[in-house]
């Protein structure tokens, strides 16, 4: 039986139930209302409000712009979309980190002035006081390890994390502490599978992998890479379900031919 069909609505508590059932999670990214309603209709487990979006829909190379307004404006425009599925927002570079009073103010204004049901941070126990306090307010917090984007100019590259013994070694250390702090659920980004099976057989909590391997409790990818928008971004842990850049291409070329032909409006299309 899906639980997550069962239920009317997808909550911390539901994501529970399908990790402990052995049933996996399904989680995208949105950032508007239209592509939140879409998603949502299909049966999506968790959309995230990604600060991805300073990628996708502002054309930044890194997610360390977006501001938490911006965020604001991205996610109270798919809480207006969905029905049933939980919706996770991410607190933006600058909003949380070694500030545990200005990540439970950035919190709350998220709460309050968006709607979002939980939110998530990068990182580990360095930022465990921002956890907690905003664990305490009551609000869920996902937790983000692997590749933390919002550390690009650290890493310096985008590549595989935690290949080597010691940072494999944080890693587990990292998830083992973030699930006894208290977060619902982590995501992993672009870790070796066996390390990311390992973290997920030692944790209770759902733990939602992306890059990192079949053997996690569910799998997150960004939507704009899975339909195909975003045309050159290509890792080989992407799998794309639509060419919508070129199917899009050709459709607008198409509406173009006709505007310039006079085809378009014709005699049905007018009052
Ligand atoms: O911002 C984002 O889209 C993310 C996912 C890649 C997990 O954090």
Redesign the pocket.
Known sequence: MSISKEVKRITTHVLQSMKDNGEKISML?AYDYSMARILDAAGIDIL?V???ASNVMAGHET?LPITLDQMIYHASSVIRAVKKCLVVV?LPFGSYQGNSTKALASTIKIMKESGGHAV?MEGGIEIEDSIRRVLSAGVPVMG?LGLT?QSIYKFGTYTVRAKEEEEAQKLLRDAKHLEALGCFAI?L?KIPAQLAAEVTKALTIPVIG?GAGPDVDGQ?L?THDVMGITKDFKPRFLRRYLELFDTMKAATEEYIRDVKSGDFPNKKEQY
Do not use: A
């Open positions: 990214t995230l990604g600060d991805s997610t991410d998530k983000h984007p995501v980004e992306i997150v960004v």
